[in-house]
């Protein structure tokens, strides 16, 4: 008899079944938000196709890197690292014809991705209005500079301007500038912000996903490079609208002069990035150092005296630093639990024990570029891989088989979603159809138990908390949430009176635990056992310690999803390894390639990368929900916050791999655009952005700093000329730009269609009219600190509205909890509260 041998069978991807359209970004200036939302989409299963120009293709073609030096559109390692997993179609939008095709490929899709301003959009027959009324499950996701609906909707904008309007750049370099005039506020390397908001656009088009499965309706997704940005200073804005400006954290908001310990220090072989600043970390620091008797002085016995003498501190650590090696020095540190990591370059990334154990980096032929190396997943999904099933397309490749397929997909798919409008009419009970309800939240019904702290975790659960799940806080009076006495509120500190908590821990529920209590320990199973999802970001393998791992809670509730975020992930050598996120950044490669040229490697503002990190959390964990409601299966998901970052810096890895090329910093520079920078003004510390992307522009921006004949000018006449020459340019723009006044200088260039924009402090941006009509800014009433206004999430959405409800005080839910849903007699309760379990 023959045997059958099954055939292999790849798992499941949690997207399956969406369908993404991504439109090209048709501005001069490049914008890959996007391509970064279709990729995060297509690398999880959805179908992806992406349109491009049919001449000369997408902007990220051209961009390189290029293997050799030799330009070619099919193997760029940006184009080849943003588009694999997608189909590709070349179309002329310009086009009738064309313009018909494309509207045949969203009739049978989910989501469509428009990174086009509205003007543009409008002409083209892409306004959304007229698509979610031709196509009413259709949901339209815009990703542009400054939002369809803002006052700023048609200005030019871009990384760089999104960057240092947002107060990011005017924070980076952290704790580093000592010479303001000479130290301009500079960008993160790459294009964090193109993809900060791709990560958003993702999350926002998910939440749509989840509200139509709902209602059965489409809506516009607004989604703005500039808001996605302001996002990561949210506790900043969050202390000026709490506290009193003599507060410290208030204080130093006010100035780029480093006021405290920098987040890099010089070793022997390189850089490290350390925090030695509360007490049990200079504990640690001391044994890591051999404590040394100058440790022991009373100069340094506490925060504020290590605060007060923290020159004379850094002179000292740097010198002990001198004598090691970084790797040494991480151990070292580790050892004591002191948050330390090396600052790596690209190469030092590629080849560290740790992203080798966990295969980050993938490897995969390719028609055009042969073997291709590039950054692999961010996050490790259980049932549900990451994984790349093609190579990114030649241009026009799909055109064919995605016109066709999608033509026979399209009564099918409408039979689906016309299925599960039925099936959630069928549960609405005879009282909802007597009484309107209020519109239902996408995720209304989903329960989070939130174990995590600090800044990326409870900024994930905000998102699902806003959007209707209940999120549950398990908090401990042990060992609070550090941000919860960061920050207070009229000078006055105390666990519910800090601004930055209240700024990120919205639209939620806390209770209080003892998890080390057995018995604590046990209302948290029971607390789980009625959850869909649980969040944590303990140190790996604390979690398994209070018997709360995944391998035992899936035991307990097999369809469990469980996200786990550190800084190095659950595998590996260094994965128990402690670290916040500026460290862990270091790690990834993103401070070596941040700061000025030929300077030291950076710390970056905004709290980067927490939030986003918190992001594209929210998006993984939307996409297993999405694949546990089509399955019922479960998950465990495991999320580096450095393999994250890592992922964020295509450019530097792919050129690498390519090239062998080890990056380095450029400032505010661009690789393929000049001018591209910040600009001294009139006034003390004033600076304005400024990015050309054409001939045109350049000539344009000359004209207006009424030096019309700089644009003659041999070495900067065109863009190649201009890089060449970039250092001899620079100087000459500062020279003029220096005679105006910054705000003036912003409007006369935003006239002309040029993209410029104001270097902001938190104060000043917090004022800006633009972000107070955009309505990111939330006023919730406290129960402890009054009515405050705080940052919602930075996304708008036509059909549906996020319900923002205040940040809880500690433990303020906890009989609630224990009582009304896990069934706890008034009694036990009182029980606990005596024996420290509830504490």
């Known amino acids: 008899m023959a045997v059958m041998v099954p055939e292999f069978c790849e798992p499941p991807m949690a997207l399956d079944g969406l369908t993404v359209v991504e439109l090209p970004c048709l501005d001069p200036m490049p914008f890959f938000a ?204 969050a202390v000026l609208t709490h506290d009193v400006p003599t507060a410290p954290m208030y204080a130093r908001m006010l100035t780029r002069l480093k006021t405290n310990f920098p987040w890099v220090f010089p070793c022997r072989d390189g850089w490290v990035s350390f925090s030695a600043l509360t007490d049990r970390f200079w504990k640690g620091s001391k044994k890591m150092m051999g404590s040394p008797a100058w440790a022991d002085s009373e100069l340094f016995d506490t925060l504020p005296a290590r605060l007060a003498n923290a020159d004379a501190l850094e002179a000292a650590m740097i010198a002990w630093l001198m004598e090691h090696d970084k790797r040494e020095i991480f151990e070292r540190a580790q050892a004591e639990h002191v948050p330390c990591f090396p600052v790596y370059t690209p190469a030092e990334v590629a080849g560290d024990p740790q992203y080798l154990a966990r295969r980050f980096f993938v490897e995969r032929k390719h028609r055009a570029a042969d073997e291709v190396k590039q950054p692999g997943a961010p996050y490790v999904l259980s049932a549900t891989p990451w994984r790349i099933r093609r190579g990114a397309p030649r241009l026009g490749e799909h055109n064919r088989e995605a016109l066709v397929a999608v033509a026979k997909g399209v009564e099918e798919d409408a039979r689906g979603e016309a299925a599960r409008v039925l099936l959630h009419a069928a549960t609405v009970g005879a009282d909802a159809a007597a009484w309107p309800p209020r519109p239902p939240l996408p995720f209304e019904g989903v329960r989070v138990a939130d174990f995590g702290w600090i800044f990326a975790i409870p900024h994930a659960t905000a998102w699902l908390g806003a959007m209707g799940a209940d999120v549950i806080r398990i908090e401990s009076m042990r060992s609070p949430d550090i941000v919860r006495f960061l920050s207070g509120t009229d000078g006055m500190m105390g666990p519910n009176r800090s601004g930055m908590f209240n700024a990120i821990n919205f639209s939620r529920r806390s209770i209080t635990l003892n998890l080390a209590h057995r018995e604590g320990a046990e209302i948290a199973r029971r607390l789980i056992a009625t959850s869909d999802i649980v969040t944590e970001n303990f140190t790996a393998g604390t979690m398994d310690k209070f018997g709360l791992g995944y391998s035992n809670l899936r035991r307990l509730k097999p369809e469990l999803i469980m996200l786990a975020a550190t800084p190095l992930g659950q595998t590996g050598p260094y994965a128990h390894a402690v670290g916040w996120g500026p460290t862990t950044q270091a790690y990834a490669g993103i401070c070596h390639l941040t700061g000025y040229p030929d300077g030291a490697p950076s710390g970056i503002g905004g709290t980067w990368p927490d939030f986003a990190v918190g992001v594209a959390a929210a998006f993984v964990l939307m996409a297993a929900l999405h694949h546990r409601q089509r399955t019922g299966e479960g998950q465990f998901i495991d999320l580096s916050m450095a393999e994250l970052v890592t992922s964020m810096l295509p450019e530097a890895f792919m050129d690498f791999f390519m090239n062998g090329r080890d990056g380095h910093a450029i400032g505010n520079r661009d690789e393929c655009i000049a001018p591209h920078g910040v600009f001294p003004t009139g006034g003390d510390d004033r600076w304005l952005s400024i990015a050309i992307a054409t001939d045109d522009e350049f000539r344009e921006l000359c004209d207006a700093l009424g030096k019309p004949e700089l644009a003659r000018d041999s070495r900067f006449e065109r863009t190649s000329a201009r890089l060449r020459n970039v250092a001899t340019l620079e100087p000459e723009i500062a020279a003029l730009t220096r005679n105006f006044e910054r705000d003036e200088l912003v409007a006369r260039l935003r006239a002309r269609k040029l993209a410029s924009g104001p270097v902001y402090r938190c104060d000043e941006l917090i004022k800006d009219p633009a972000l107070l009509a955009s309505g990111l800014l939330k006023k919730m009433a406290h129960t402890e600190v009054g009515e405050r206004a705080v940052c919602g999430l930075p996304a708008g959405f036509s059909a549906l509205q996020p319900e923002y409800r205040p940040a809880p005080n500690i433990g303020e839910h906890t009989e609630q909890v224990l009582g009304e849903l896990l069934g706890y007699s008034t009694d036990e309760i009182a029980r606990f509260r005596a024996e420290n379990i509830l504490f």
């Not at 083209?124 to 369809?148: D, K, N, Q």
């Not at 939440?207 to 139509?212: D, I, K, L, P």
């Open 34 to 237: 996007a391509s970064m939302a279709a990729k995060a989409f297509a690398d999880l299963g959805a179908r992806v196709i992406k349109i491009e120009p049919r001449r000369g293709g997408a902007a990220e073609r051209w961009r390189g890197p290029f293997r050799d030096e030799l330009p070619d559109p099919e193997t760029g390692g940006l184009h080849l690292y943003l588009n694999a997993n997608k189909l590709g179609v070349a179309l002329d939008l310009e086009a009738a014809i064309d313009r018909d095709s494309m509207l045949e490929l969203l009739a049978s899709a989910d989501i469509l991705l428009n990174p086009n301003p509205p003007g543009l959009s409008q002409r083209l027959g892409l306004e959304w209005r007229a698509l979610c009324e031709r196509y009413p499950s259709l949901i339209v996701v815009s990703l542009t500079f400054f939002g369809v609906d803002s006052p700023y909707s048609e200005f030019r904008g871009g990384d760089l301007i999104a960057t240092h309007m947002s107060g990011v750049g005017f924070e980076t370099p952290l704790n580093q500038v000592t010479d303001p005039a000479n130290q301009p506020p500079l960008k993160a390397a790459a294009r964090q912000s193109d993809y900060l908001t791709g990560y958003t656009a993702a999350a926002a088009a998910m939440c749509a996903v989840f509200h139509r499965r709902l209602t059965g309706k489409g809506q516009h997704v607004d989604v703005s490079q500039w808001l996605s940005m302001v996002s990561m200073v949210r506790p900043h804005l």
